[in-house]
């Protein structure tokens, strides 16, 4: 089961060098899912020292005040045979065989995060001790608990550590070493009362008690390690650590540990609970349940891991594949974004999207609808009114009389109304091209591609823009033309079915503005309004037609063409600017790429470990 340790070690290992500290992030973090020890305590309460009879080795920095300024992580690695060394993650190459230069490495490498100040950072350390007289055990040293600021710390220092503190142990997955001094009320525990606070019943936390060798005589700490003052889910552990005169001389820590073997079977007060007591007997403790803690977390663990990574793809997925480096890979790149925005047109105009209504189906409301409507608003029969009709008429014959019938004056009436067509027909143009123009808006905003690039967005978008607008002058000119053809040949055959005129209408005799009677005015009045009308229906439908192929079809045929045409003479450094994704969706894409990695680091390393057992 020793695997399951070296397990969650090199997952951890592998969430530090991806950036995973288990801190608030936009991110999906598995260093909060995995378990460990974190040790916790007040300063003075000898938490180092506990740490390093654990190991049985010296390493950590002390002085006054604040000496942890960030979380060590501390993981123990028992080797059968072959000497003591210790490694930095940030330092991988290099192996440490002074355990002074592992010491002097802590404080400089605090200092790298922290600056000289005298300030923390949540950013952890990862220390690896190779060792035949350790356990395999991975502890998370943190900065002890203090009620008071030093000269050089912020005023908020007390609250920073204690949320620093807080932030770990509140975790489920964590486990709580309290280390807490006998020579001092146990009810004014630093540690205890954090514990307290985030573990209520206790289930995940471990009590250490230092200093009891310190304690006022006539006084002992029996009661506390029976957990009768204060009970827990697991029993107490005393330890007798060094003197500050023991580490003053460098009293090998070998010889410590059996000097505190020595102190429980030699007390009487201790010599009951001497089995369970001391720093050895602590750290075969808390492995084994450590080892416990992580065998009932795998299940979980994978099943997290598979469906972050099934997330983690997705999003990236979305995203999209990074910028390629060379001018032909550019170029494939933005030729790809402007298929999928062409094909996200095309199917917003041909109504794919049903859950909207359709270019398509608003492109016929204009021919259906606006267009009919906007014929009927000329209102024809009002334009030849008998009035009118005398007018024009009249104007028409000039000085000369007509003879047999006011040709030219038919002429011009039927020309006067067909040429109000020409507004409605461009509004019929005008209204197929503003559609167009929304479905491109439409395909920009939901081609995912092009959410990358915003400046290839509006190159795209303005080029689509030009070729809706060469199209429209197109189906403008093409449109205009056949209201103007129908003004310039009139239907001869539409003229001659129709009854000869009996009475001429005209009178010679009168003056040149009372030329005509009112029954006639009217009769060419009727007959010119039918003929209008006739024209109209055929314009109705031919009008569609000249605007779909014009427009329509082209812009489905050919709206980037233009656009293509220019893009190949674009060199690479063209390319790259248009290519110029936001930086926040590099940066976003990079770090969910190492989020995967640690993933599928993590997934690999736990199948192995299950498929092992």
């Known amino acids: 089961m020793e695997n399951l340790i070296t397990l969650v070690n090199n997952i951890q290992r592998a969430c530090t060098a991806l950036g995973d500290h288990g801190e608030e992030s936009a991110l999906p973090t598995l260093w909060d899912s995995l378990p460990a020890i974190a040790v916790v305590g007040g300063q003075s309460s000898g938490k180092s020292s506990v740490l390093e009879s654990v190991v049985g080795k010296d390493f950590l920095p002390r002085g006054a005040g604040i000496v942890t300024r960030r979380p060590l992580v501390l993981q123990l690695h028992r080797i059968d045979d072959g000497k003591e060394y210790a490694e930095f993650m940030h330092l991988p190459k290099k192996r440490f065989t002074d355990f002074a230069a592992v010491r002097q490495e802590i404080s400089d490498e605090t200092d790298r995060e922290t600056g000289r100040s005298k300030q923390i950072s949540s950013v952890p350390i990862h220390l690896s001790i190779f060792s035949p007289n350790v356990v395999n055990l991975t502890l998370i040293d943190l900065p002890g608990l203090t009620k008071v600021a030093i000269e050089g710390q912020s005023e908020t220092i007390v609250q920073d550590i204690e949320n620093m503190v807080r932030s770990f142990i509140e975790k489920p997955n964590c486990i709580i070493l309290a280390i807490s001094p006998a020579n001092q009320d146990l009810a004014t525990s630093d540690a205890i009362k954090i514990a307290r606070e985030v573990d209520p019943k206790g289930d995940r936390t471990f009590g250490v008690l230092t200093k009891i060798d310190l304690m006022d005589k006539g006084t002992n700490a029996v009661d506390i390690l029976e957990g009768k003052s204060y009970k827990l889910q697991f029993p107490w552990v005393g330890v007798v650590n060094r003197s500050q005169a023991d580490i003053n001389k460098s009293v090998d820590m070998i010889a410590a540990r059996r000097r ?17 007591m001391g720093s050895e007997h602590l750290g075969k403790m808390l492995s084994k349940h450590l080892e416990t803690v992580i065998k009932s977390r795998i299940p979980g663990l994978q099943s997290l891991i598979n469906k972050t990574i099934i997330e983690l793809e997705g999003e990236l997925t979305k995203l999209g594949k990074p910028i390629a480096a060379d001018a032909g890979g550019k170029l494939y790149t933005t030729m790809e974004i402007c298929r999928a925005f062409d094909q996200n047109f095309k199917e917003h105009l041909d109504g794919v999207y049903i859950s909207m209504r359709a270019g398509g189906e608003k492109i ?123 003004c310039g040949y009139l239907t001869v055959e539409f003229f001659r079915k129709l009854p000869q005129d009996v009475e001429k209408g005209g009178n010679p005799t009168h003056s040149l503005f009372d030329r005509y009677n009112d029954s006639y005015l009217r009769r060419v009045g009727s007959t010119v309004l039918q003929y209008v009308n006739m024209t109209c229906a055929s314009l109705r439908n031919s009008i569609p037609k000249s605007t779909v192929y014009c427009q329509v079809r082209e812009a489905k045929r050919s709206l980037l063409d233009f656009f293509f045409t220019e893009l190949g003479k674009k060199e690479s450094k063209q390319l790259s600017k248009m290519l110029d994704e936001d930086p926040a969706v590099q940066q976003r894409r990079a770090n969910l790429a190492k989020r995967l990695e640690l993933y599928r680091s993590a997934q690999h390393e736990i199948d192995a470990v299950a498929w092992s057992k």
């Open 260 to 276: 505190e073997r020595e102190y429980f079977q030699s007390s009487p007060e201790y010599s009951h609970l001497a089995h369970r």
């Open 364 to 486: 016929y409301g204009v021919f259906d609808n606006q267009l009919p409507a906007a014929l009927k608003r000329l209102q024809f029969d009002k334009h030849l009114s008998i009035e009118n009709v005398r007018k024009l008429i009249t104007e028409a014959d000039g000085y000369q009389p007509h003879l047999i019938a006011p040709e030219q004056g038919y002429r011009r009436l039927i020309e006067s109304c067909l040429v109000t067509i020409r507004g409605p027909a461009e509004a019929a143009v005008d209204g197929v091209h503003a559609i167009l123009k929304g479905i491109v808006q439409k395909a920009i905003a939901e081609t995912t591609e092009l959410k990358q690039y915003p400046t290839l967005r509006v190159e795209v978008g303005n080029a689509a823009f030009e070729s809706l607008e060469r199209m429209r002058e197109e189906s403008k000119r093409a449109t205009l033309q056949l209201v103007d053809m129908e």
